[in-house]
């Protein structure tokens, strides 16, 4: 069974500062690697994805994959109230599917 | 712009009634995925089609049927509801041309879906 596992939370972080999502997988396979941010009863919406070990950024956004150690994170930087959502992890095996994440729920404080 | 639709957005039934969730897209898109997501779980897919002639199981399509009229439209059936199918239910398109593992797939609004 493949699996991808994050921490429910909720996480809050203070206004301004930076927040740290954590996605682990089981499938050593995997190949990319997707973030994805859902506001409350809404539909997903792509962050950025990450393919390559290390990091990628994307304005505020900065994906760390480490394959090694199976697991994937995405910092926010600056983080605004904003940014209060639930943040989905979902991982490609390989075969055009992806396994997704229960999602982290992330509150910013004013 | 470019969208994914679902239609209806909300829907009350009740358990034994057959229901149609309707998704279109205007973005070109050869693929298109239904998911459903329940509270605490990730998004689970219960069929995918990658042309018009092209379908395949995901997950959990037991009690689930889809049929993919074109390639903008793709509907998943519910047969015979049950309570437990109760959820939000989200249709996602891809390209399938960025290649496999980049792939991107983008969703639609949701429908909201209650069985009483």
């Known amino acids: 069974q493949k699996e991808v596992e994050q921490n429910s939370g909720p996480l809050s972080v203070p206004e301004g500062a930076i927040a740290s999502l954590n996605c682990t997988y089981s499938?050593?396979?995997?190949?990319?690697f997707f973030w994805y941010r859902q506001y409350s009863g809404k539909s997903p919406e792509l962050i950025m994805f990450?393919?390559s070990n290390g990091d990628k950024e994307d304005g505020r956004f900065t994906a760390q994959l480490n394959k090694a150690s199976q697991y994937v994170s995405l910092l926010i930087r600056d983080s605004q109230p904003s940014d209060s959502a639930t943040y989905l992890c979902?991982?490609?095996?390989?075969?055009?599917?992806?396994?997704w994440g229960a999602g982290t729920k992330l509150i910013i404080k004013p | 712009d470019a969208d994914v639709t679902q239609t209806p957005r909300n829907r009350i039934t009740k358990t034994g009634k057959r229901i149609m969730l309707e998704c279109s897209q205007t973005?070109?898109?050869?693929?298109m995925y239904w998911y459903r997501q329940d509270p605490g779980l990730g998004l689970r897919l219960i069929y995918y089609s990658f042309d018009v002639k092209d379908i395949n199981k995901g997950e959990i399509s037991d009690g689930y049927s889809v049929s993919r009229q074109a390639q903008a439209k793709f509907s998943l059936s519910l047969e015979s509801a049950i309570p437990n199918q109760t959820a939000l239910y989200f249709c996602a398109t891809s390209s399938g041309t960025s290649g496999g593992y980049t792939d991107t797939q983008y969703f639609g609004p949701g429908t909201r879906l209650t069985v009483l």
């Open positions: 979902a991982v490609n095996t390989g075969n055009y599917q992806l396994i």
């Open positions: 990450i393919y």
């Open positions: 973005k070109g898109h050869d693929r």
């Open positions: 499938d050593r396979g995997s190949q990319s």
